[in-house]
């Protein structure tokens, strides 16, 4: 892969997935807004915007169907937080089928009905929850376009997720205002363990899905999870060879420094 598109470039998964590729000197071209939270996007970019291989594109003026800058890409990873509607999935699907390279997009694991037998890829979708029904709707709009044969379609179905830049807004970022250490004490870890998975997997997996090579119209749906028990991990282990490497103490440990670095740098960041 020598250059990728990433929308959502300055948001939590987009951001670390270009920060990644540009570890790997692969060109990026990052689309976002910087509508909504400014001055975390802004730090975000201050970051990767230095290095001479990324190019920034302001969402508000991006029409894939005349951008110079996007054409020859090699993957096209659509993370942005947005929800997908028939116009822009029209849009997304219309490049890569153009292009004929591999579209990647974030689902994620709620888009199961709970159970007790073992979930797996083939597990029939009936989400209860308000987000896992948003993300069944937007698989279905891709997975339609996808089987017509003219773009891979790449989806990975995520647990929670968490590392540096989270949103300040969830319950595990307040909870480490505290030191970490203090979570790992709290009654019910072994499940926050079981039910999450620090980014910097999450980002492993991606970047050996799309290094292993596709043909036009394969579709692969992997499941990513911790909780063995309960959502099988089998495909993504016999496909990619992934196997998890952070602990829920060394994730911990890695997003608390982040934090305090922050804390200490622009506490503004995280208001």
């Known amino acids: 892969m020598q250059k990728a598109v990433v929308t959502g470039a300055l948001e939590f998964f987009g951001f670390h997935t270009c920060v990644r590729l540009l570890e790997e000197s692969v060109e990026v071209i990052g689309i976002d807004s910087l509508k909504d939270n400014r001055k975390v996007k802004e730090e975000m970019l201050l970051s990767i915007g230095r290095n001479s291989l990324f190019q920034f594109i302001d969402q508000e003026q991006a029409d894939l169907n005349h951008l110079d800058a996007i054409s020859g890409a090699d993957v096209f990873f659509h993370f942005a937080d947005w929800p997908l509607h028939v116009a822009n ?18 689902s994620t694991i709620d888009v199961y009905e709970k159970q007790e037998s073992l979930i797996t890829e083939e597990t029939s979708l009936k989400p209860e929850s308000t987000f896992g029904k948003r993300k069944m709707q937007e698989e279905a709009l891709l997975l339609d376009e996808a089987k017509k044969g003219k773009f891979p379609l790449i989806i990975f179905r995520l647990p ?47 970047w050996l899905a799309v290094n292993r090579g596709y043909q036009l119209g394969q579709i692969d749906i992997y499941n990513l999870s911790n909780d063995e028990q309960h959502i099988s991990n089998e495909k993504v282990k016999n496909h990619l060879s992934f196997i998890p490497s952070y602990s829920l103490e060394e994730g911990l440990k890695k997003y608390n420094e982040h934090v305090q670095k922050v804390m200490n740098h622009n506490p503004s960041l995280y208001d």
């Open 160 to 206: 929670f997720v968490y590392g540096p830049w989270l949103e300040s807004n969830s319950l595990l970022h307040d909870l480490l205002q505290t030191k970490h250490k203090a979570i790992l004490e709290l009654e019910g870890c072994k499940d926050l363990e079981r039910q999450s998975m620090y980014i910097e997997d999450v980002v492993e997996a991606i």
């Open 89 to 106: 999935v029209d849009q997304v699907t219309a490049f890569c089928a153009q292009e004929q390279i591999p579209l990647v997009f974030l």
